[in-house]
């Protein structure tokens, strides 16, 4: 428990010896009332990357708060995708949709920081993002608004593609 304690910041988030940083997104208690009296139940949303572009975000439900956290950060390492960083930013504007949540994600300048909400800036903190505008549009459910940000990293280029499509080499693009 005290070596636990160590590797957490004052942001709860945990950097354990594999390099990932894992973020509690939302814990959310639930009860169904049986014969027997109130059964409590728990789900826990998690981001976890290693800060070079690797996240992923799981989805875990146990009765115990522990079991459902170690559940979803299982699943989110087990569902990692690749994000595309040049100088701390990604390389273009995108919308990610899913159901009726959509997130705008728009590069930023060196120093601007993540301007992001809830949600998306956990996303952009474990990816390692340092500059990034973000919108988040319709519904602002937690889960939802994660797998829009997912569907977005997953439609994005990475600069290579970018300047290939706009038929520029990688140096007129980037400087």
Avoid at 66 to 93: C, F, Q, W, Y
Wanted: glycine share 10%.
């Amino acid at each position: 428990m005290d070596q636990d304690r160590k590797n957490r910041n004052d942001r709860g988030e945990r950097k354990p010896q594999d390099e990932f940083v894992e973020k509690l997104v939302k814990l959310n208690r639930t009860s169904v009332t049986k014969k027997g009296g109130r059964k409590m139940s728990f789900s826990a949303l998690t981001v976890v990357g290693d800060q070079k572009g690797r996240i992923g975000y799981g989805f875990g439900k146990a009765n115990d708060v522990s079991e459902a956290i170690r559940k979803s950060i299982d699943r989110a390492k087990a569902n990692m995708v690749t994000l595309p960083i040049k100088n701390g930013t990604i390389p273009h504007e995108i919308i990610g949709k899913y159901n009726s949540s959509a997130v705008l994600l728009k590069p930023a300048c060196p120093g601007t920081g993540v301007k992001a909400g809830g949600p998306v800036r956990a996303v952009m903190d474990a990816a390692g993002i340092t500059d990034v505008i973000s919108k988040s549009q319709g519904s602002r459910t937690s889960i939802n608004v994660i797998r829009a940000t997912f569907n977005a990293i997953e439609q994005m280029m990475d600069a290579r593609a970018v300047a290939q499509a706009r038929g520029k080499n990688l140096k007129d693009m980037w400087g």
